[in-house]
């Protein structure tokens, strides 16, 4: 099972992934939890104390392993290096687990001139590549809304595109343009979790904006949650048992 969490910023993207991650290990599976959003929150989510988080360093900020990898210098222009490098030992080497998940940051994706062809880019979109297709670990990435870590390459190896929205009109536009931007790259399978709820005028509100979209939960706004947002504290530590069971339902409705 591959699942790539999606949405804009600030609307329970990492909430999500980390719950269904660690209800997942919990289950007994070997979970990969990959933190592809540049304003990392994940390891917060999942439990990390505020020492380990600060241990992580991302993908994307490992000169060491990039240059080892791509044959490049970091930062240096001009430069021939391998597009094809090696990455199937990246994720066991470099993850960090608590909770019986498996945490890989990758750190930002470089823009520019119509996408960055520099070393850290190519070593991010080759291991993503190696862990949807090739790897047989249970997966759940938390994307940035833009999808910049995914291709068309990729597509194929995930099962679903779950997108999280809020009941406000920022939250539903940016839904839109994410189920734009993954049909233009062949991702088909697209559902939402519906967060924040609070009443049945948010659930009115978040369907009539999305038409025709399969909403397969509603979470509703939780003091619980908010009460969990400290280092050391998985989203799952200390929820009330309604937010707990609607949790376990979004993993049962996925298949997972």
Known sequence: MKIAVSGKGGVGKSTISAAL???????????????????????????????????????????????ERTGAKVNQYGQIFTLNPE????????????????????????????????????LIR????????????????????????????????????????????????????IVEMAKEIRLADIKFVANKVDGADDEAFIRDSLPGQEILEYIPFSDSLRKVDRPGKSVLSEIDDEIRRKFTRLLEVLGA
Do not use: W
């Open 21 to 67: 991650s660690l209800l997942l290990a919990k289950n007994g599976k070997k979970v990969l939890a990959v933190d592809a959003d540049p304003d990392a929150n994940l390891a917060a989510a999942l439990g990390f104390s505020a020492g380990e988080q600060s241990s992580i360093v991302p993908i994307s900020k490992q000169v060491e392993l990039i240059e």
């Open 87 to 122: 990455v199937a030992d990246i994720a066991e080497k470099y993850a960090a687990v608590h909770g019986g998940v498996a945490l890989l940051v990758l750190g930002a994706v470089k823009r520019g001139g119509g996408g960055c062809a520099c070393p850290e880019n190519v």
């Open 126 to 177: 080759a291991l993503v590549a190696d862990l949807i297709l090739n790897k047989d670990d249970v997966l759940v990435m938390d994307m940035e809304a833009g999808l910049e870590h995914l291709g068309r390459a990729t597509t194929s190896g995930v099962d679903t595109m779950l997108v999280v929205v809020e009941p406000g009109f920022r939250s539903v536009e940016g839904a839109k343009r």
